[in-house]
Nanobody, 124 residues
Framework: QVQLVESGGGLVQAGGSLRLSCVAS????????MAWFRQAPGKEREFVASINWSGRNTYYADFVKGRFTISRDNAKNTVYLQMNSLKPEDTAVYYCAARGIDTITSDSRNYAYWGQGTQVSVSS
């Protein structure tokens, strides 16, 4: 099992920034692709960004390209999501997810492990 704990959410004004963190524990963090998803009230969970173990391969949803950056520190078993130029439509619960293999994907069905989520609220 892999346990994931997110932190860093909060309330920010439009145009502001937040950095989310996700710390993994349990089975090895290495050789696992990681991702961030989000779910707004009344909407389906959607893909935000993913990263492979080395950090050299990343993939972003179109709506966050140029604003969000995913990264990881394997020595700390942590993956990050730096969010800049936040918009009210970015308001959602953000979830960290881990795969059993090191291939990035935007399909939530391919991620076996999930955190509890952290709330991000952006005011206009």
């Amino acid at each position: 099992q892999v346990q994931l704990v997110e932190s860093g959410g909060g309330l920010v004004q439009a145009g502001g920034s937040l950095r989310l963190s996700c710390v993994a524990s349990g089975r090895t963090f290495s050789s696992r692709a990681m991702a961030w998803f989000r779910q707004a009230p009344g909407k389906e969970r959607e893909f935000v960004a993913s990263i492979n173990w080395s950090g050299r391969n990343t993939y972003y949803a179109d709506f966050v390209k140029g604003r969000f950056t995913i990264s990881r520190d394997n020595a700390k078993n942590t993956v990050y999501l730096q969010m800049n130029s936040l918009k009210p439509e970015d308001t959602a619960v953000y979830y960290c997810a881990a795969r059993g293999i090191d291939t990035i994907t935007s399909d939530s069905r391919n991620y076996a492990y999930w955190g509890q989520g952290t709330q991000v609220s952006v005011s206009s």
